[in-house]
């Protein structure tokens, strides 16, 4: 098996590909661990959520359920994507981008690539244990999201919406960590972050608008078409208001709000560059939302300080 084998266009020249023994590397492209924005983005909504309630609590948040959720949003996103991987094997072999991943170029089995996904859900369970039985409880409910994401796809051009309820659901994770509950700023924060994926994952989706167009898959790159930067800019807008009212109603002020600017400036400037034509410019502005929920997140634990 050559080195190369099984990469995927947008992750090349990485750790994976460098560094780890051969017989691992198709695992650990199946878990993602070679393109980890998808975890960081799974893990900001989580590190957000506690953050919020950091800002309620007037201190800053419990360190150990910072480091949880980072373990946790990396084993469970290479879960999913596992899972995914598995319910669009047949798919990927089509699509130019993903047809050297694991599955469908024959690197792993499908049994074993079960196992793998198992055996990374496990981790997860164990990470979850650590919490209080609310955070359990709600943990334990998004896998049914988790579970039909894959398959949204094939019935309707607003999978991303799924994609947002999942990729979300660490807003509703880091307030009861806190409190053993959930209140009205963390349900608001997670709609916003709903919004905020959906932008996000359209920039991304712009990468295979014309293979998904000729398999019959759908999304809302194809939906918006045209109309994309104006619909980005909707949904962002959204985004940016109900994030900023959860921090409102949870004793943001004007530390909070600097870094709310901060991050709507960040979307703003991803609107403006934005070229549905220019693949490698749609991933460049898809990986730059860490940086964006970054910067909201660091504004948090500030407005927590003061």
């Not at 209140?183 to 998904?212: F, K, M, N």
């Not at 398999?215 to 800019?233: C, E, N, V, Y």
């Amino acid at each position: 098996m050559s080195a190369g084998l099984g990469r995927v266009a947008d992750a090349t020249g990485n750790w994976v590909d460098t560094l780890a023994p051969s017989w691992s590397r198709p695992y650990l492209r199946l878990a993602r661990l070679d393109r980890p924005i998808g975890s960081w983005l799974l893990l900001i909504p989580c590190w957000w959520s506690l953050g919020l309630a950091s800002m309620q609590a007037d201190r800053l948040p419990s360190l150990w359920h910072a480091v949880l959720f980072f373990v946790g949003a990396f084993a469970m996103r290479g879960a999913g994507c596992t899972w995914n991987d598995l319910v669009d094997r047949d798919l990927d072999g089509r699509v130019e981008r993903t047809r050297s991943r694991p599955l469908p170029s024959g690197q792993v089995s499908v049994p074993r690539a079960t196992l793998f996904m198992l055996a990374q859900a496990l981790i997860g369970l164990a990470v979850l244990l650590q919490f209080n039985l609310f955070t359990i409880a709600t943990g334990l409910a998004s896998l049914l999201v988790v579970a039909v994401y894959p398959f949204m796809k094939r019935v309707t051009y607003w999978p991303q919406i799924v994609l947002g309820l999942a990729f979300s659901w660490g807003a509703l994770m880091g307030w009861p960590a806190s409190f053993a509950r959930l209140d009205g700023p963390a349900l608001v924060l997670y709609a916003g972050s709903i919004c905020w994926v959906i932008g996000y994952d359209t920039i991304y989706a712009h990468q295979d608008r014309e293979d998904d167009l000729m398999i019959g898959i759908k999304s809302t790159a194809l939906l918006f078409g045209a109309r994309t930067r104006p619909m980005l800019a909707l949904f962002y807008a959204a985004a940016v208001l109900l994030i900023g009212t959860a921090g409102i109603m949870a004793g943001g002020e004007l530390v909070f709000l600097l870094g709310l600017v901060a991050f709507a400036a960040h979307l703003a400037w991803q609107v403006l560059r934005l070229d549905i034509h220019d693949p490698a410019r749609c991933l460049m502005l898809f990986r730059s939302n860490r940086d964006a929920g970054l910067i909201l997140f660091g504004a948090m634990l500030a407005q927590a300080a003061v």
